[in-house]
């Protein structure tokens, strides 16, 4: 593919993250999954993932002054997981740019989590290589501006499953159970899909992620906004 190819291909993606590339390959590469070939972004991604880990630790030190050192660490963990940059790569529709070997193509790995993270940290690197660290983590900023904002750290200095099941208890309910939905992959790059059921609440939420672990936080996000919205409903009927 030329460049000329490789800009037009890129154009709508550049626009989300509000970064032109001057050097286009770059983007590519971030976008290149090992299974497609070299170069690949698997390079990126340790670069990417200490741009993104500073520059989130720096929005939540500037913006929680008050916070201790693990608290801090506890946000930042919720920030820069699986799931969210998952979410984020959805929002920017990444999946539709990345370049994927025919088996990663036929099991959906353009819509598989691991693989969604890893190009977004390694787009991070791209930036920071077409440009410099700080047009990098001006974009990073960018992206997560809202999500740093909307932090209660009362609510979120806990990870998800430890708010759950305190939210529970709290209320003299049952503790959930996690069990698991499927499992994919090799050892080196598994992909889990996990429910977390309520029990008696009839709540049973889902979650996915290239750990066991990850899956269960993400199931258990998603189980306390049906909590919520379950406590909700009523309260409004009393």
């Known amino acids: 593919m030329t460049v000329t190819q490789n800009e037009n291909r890129f154009k709508r993606l550049s626009t989300a993250l509000d970064h032109p ?12 999954h090992r ?17 993104l880990n500073y520059t989130v630790a720096r929005m939540l030190f500037d913006r929680f002054p008050t916070l201790t050192e693990g608290e801090l660490s506890r946000l930042r963990a919720n920030l820069v997981n ?21 088996g990663e193509l036929k099991s959906g790995g353009f819509n598989r989590p691991s693989i969604l993270a890893d190009a977004v940290e390694a787009t991070f690197a791209a930036i920071s290589f077409d440009a410099d660290f700080n047009e990098a983590e001006r974009v990073v900023r960018r992206l997560y501006r809202s999500r740093v904002d909307a932090i209660d750290p009362k609510s979120h200095a806990k990870d998800a ?3 759950l099941q305190e939210a529970l208890q709290a209320r003299r309910m049952p503790l959930p159970r996690y069990r698991i939905l499927a499992q994919s992959g ?16 009839m709540i049973e939420s889902t979650g996915e992620g290239g750990s066991r672990r990850a899956a269960e936080q993400q199931a258990a996000e998603q ?8 406590l909700a409903v009523g309260r409004k009927k009393k």
């Open 21 to 32: 590339f001057v050097r286009p390959e770059l983007l590519r590469q971030a976008l290149t």
């Open 35 to 51: 299974s497609f070939g070299s170069p690949n972004n698997e390079r990126f991604e340790f670069i990417g993932d200490s741009i």
């Open 82 to 102: 699986q799931a969210t940059l998952a979410e984020i790569a959805h929002e920017l529709v990444l999946g539709d740019y990345l370049y994927l070997g025919e």
């Open 161 to 163: 499953k430890t708010r």
């Open 186 to 201: 090799e050892a080196h790059e598994q992909w889990f899909k996990v429910v977390c059921d309520l029990g008696d609440l």
């Open 223 to 230: 189980a306390l906004l049906e909590l919520d919205k379950a």
